[in-house]
């Protein structure tokens, strides 16, 4: 009797162990890269390169510390109509269009995303999005590589949203861009961006 309850209690043992490795967030290479109940996400150390801006865009988005709770944002969002609120770069686009998200094997605290711009698609897969039930905030670095005009452009910009999400879509969104690096191989015909110029923008009633 002794030896079944051993052999039940390893038994279980075992199949709970089976159960948490299988609840973990998987890479499209196939490496599991987020353990259940072990994101993390260090947004100060991500945006350190451009910290008295990121500290600035928060207060004028007016993000402040928020639970681990955010809610599901798995979906395809479209963002018409942006206007600018914000910029510390005097010939900022005062409005954009044309923005699509898509977010999806969101583990917990942990996202990916589909950002497209100016018909430009990235893909990020490490997403940090932070929360109060439907209310979100959401953290990411993207790198992007494309050309303008006869030129090439690498692109490291940190991207900081919030809003809620409510049926039918989000509310309330505002989205921020800071860019880390710039670079290009134009020799000055195309106007580069300094580190640390970011432009925030909200949805427009």
């Known amino acids: ?42 947004v100060e150390k991500l945006f350190s390169e451009v910290k008295p801006s990121f500290d600035e865009v928060k207060g004028i988005m007016g993000i402040g510390d928020e639970d681990l709770i ?13 206007r600018l609120i914000g910029s510390n770069y005097d010939e900022a686009p005062t409005s954009i269009s044309d923005i699509e998200m898509r977010f999806d094997c969101q583990h917990n605290s942990i996202a990916n995303i589909e ?35 006869n030129y090439h452009v690498k692109l490291k910009r940190g991207i900081i949203m919030s809003g809620s999400v409510v049926q039918g879509g989000l509310s309330d969104l505002r989205i921020a861009f800071i860019v880390i690096d710039w670079e290009d191989d134009s020799h000055g015909a195309l106007h580069s961006y300094n580190p640390g110029t970011y432009m925030i923008y909200e949805v427009e009633d």
């Open 1 to 42: 009797m002794k030896a079944k309850r051993i052999l039940f209690g390893f038994g279980l043992l075992m199949a709970f162990g089976i159960l948490l490795s299988s609840c973990t967030k998987v890479s499209s290479n196939g490496e599991t890269i987020v353990p259940i109940g072990k994101e993390y996400f260090d």
């Open 115 to 149: 950002f497209t711009e100016s018909s430009i698609t990235q893909k990020t897969d490490s997403v940090y999005v932070i929360g109060n039930r439907d209310k979100f905030t959401i953290y990411f670095v993207e790198e992007r590589d494309y050309p303008i005009i």
């Open 70 to 82: 955010p809610p599901k944002l798995d979906n395809l969002y479209n963002v018409n109509r942006m």
